[in-house]
């Protein structure tokens, strides 16, 4: 888990901390708790794990106060750990200067998740990192059962800052 959420938007990455780092740079930054976590991570109980160029992991656990009517854990809880997951992979083949905007994303959840369902990992890979779009694809997997509960895919926008 990183050593700090932001609390306020003082505490946020500012345009000059993203056009001053490489994309990779950036998000091993907020892994080594040099630039604080996005708030919505702490709000949905994930944080991240793994960062390498082209992959990114981020550890989640699915809670109470993330749980729909029915019992089971929210699909947006899944969207917004799939839509990290992959975006930020993205945002590793970035040079500096540069960030993305998700144009558009898939979800697809084969099996339900619930507050007693333990830990997942959400791993995004990127597939295609070009000049002005990149795609990529994420995974929803047990960290204790290995069970694959959900598949997402994403097309984002290259940005310049």
Request: proline share 6%; charged share 20%.
């Amino acid at each position: 888990m990183p050593p700090y959420y932001a609390k306020s938007a003082e505490d946020l990455p500012t345009r000059e901390d993203i056009a001053t780092r490489s994309g990779l740079d950036f998000i091993r930054d907020m892994l080594e708790g040099n630039l604080a976590a996005p708030p919505i991570a702490e709000t949905l109980d994930y944080w991240l794990e793994e960062v390498e160029e082209r992959r990114v992991v981020f550890r989640g656990k699915p809670a109470f106060k993330a749980m729909n009517p029915i019992g089971t854990i929210h699909g947006g809880w899944f969207g917004t750990l799939l839509d990290s997951c992959m975006a930020c992979a993205v945002q590793t083949t970035l040079p500096k200067g540069q960030g993305y905007t998700t144009l558009e994303y898939k979800v697809n959840i084969v099996r339900p998740l619930f507050p007693h369902s333990g830990e997942v990992r959400a791993i995004g890979t990127v597939s295609h990192a070009g000049r002005r779009t990149a795609v990529a694809e994420g995974q929803i997997v047990g960290v204790e059962d290995g069970k694959l509960y959900a598949t997402g895919s994403t097309t984002c926008m290259v940005i310049d800052f």
